[in-house]
């Protein structure tokens, strides 16, 4: 993009699943996700909204793949709603791995989405778990409120952000993807993502972008 975009009241910051498990030592930490959290509180700043996501798995999970018998970390099996990728044991409600990151500051948080919740359903976009009918609540809070744009940031581009964006198109907003406050599992297995966003008209901003 060029130029400047100016924030306003109908603008929402949504911050997907900054959490200890993903990030440095965590059990499915992904790589820099540290590094963008100061510039998450940064962005906080220019909003008068934010919205927080958090992954809360119940134990024993069937995204997990100790749920499974002879499965191994990352192996993709069939579930009902399609296939599934076999996580490690992450974010497990009431756990210190599912905290947000110690440094991440919630307090401008109007809401926090909870998601995952469901033994038997995985859930990577904040808008809907994976079986792409049950909703998280997240776009009934934005529609209440009046937003109109939303500024995607977080972890990471593969999977929650990314899907969490298609799924806001496919919502009726407009969405924004803020790529350097959000973290990738790899630099280059992002790029059929990015390609996705453009294709359904996902915008990619940087924070020098947005003016409050």
């Known amino acids: 993009m060029t130029g400047k975009i100016k924030l306003d009241e109908n603008d929402v910051l949504v911050v997907i699943d900054v959490q200890k498990d993903f990030c440095a030592g965590g059990s499915l930490a992904v790589q820099n996700a540290d590094a963008i959290v100061a510039p998450i509180n940064s962005l906080m700043s220019k909003f008068d909204n934010v919205v927080i996501s958090q992954d809360w798995h119940p134990v024993g999970h069937k995204s997990f793949y100790t749920s499974h018998e ?52 995985d859930s990577y976009s ?26 995607l940031s977080g972890i990471a581009t593969e999977y929650c952000v990314g899907f969490s964006a298609t799924d806001g198109i496919e919502e009726g907003f407009d969405v924004y993807v803020i790529t350097d406050a959000t973290a990738s599992f790899d630099n280059e297995d992002y790029e059929p993502m990015h390609k996705r966003w453009d294709e359904c008209g ?7 972008e947005l003016s409050s």
């Open 126 to 151: 904040t808008f809907f778990e994976n079986d792409r009918k049950t909703p998280t609540g997240m776009a009934g809070y934005l529609r209440q409120n009046g937003f109109k744009r939303i500024f």
């Open 202 to 208: 996902v915008t990619k901003v940087t924070m020098d």
């Open 70 to 121: 002879d499965k191994n970390p990352f192996e993709v099996t069939t579930m009902p709603y399609g296939e599934q990728i076999l996580w490690p044991e992450h974010c497990i409600a009431g756990t210190t791995g599912a905290d947000f990151h110690s440094e991440l500051d919630t307090s401008k948080a109007k809401a926090i989405i909870r998601k995952g919740t469901n033994t038997q359903i």
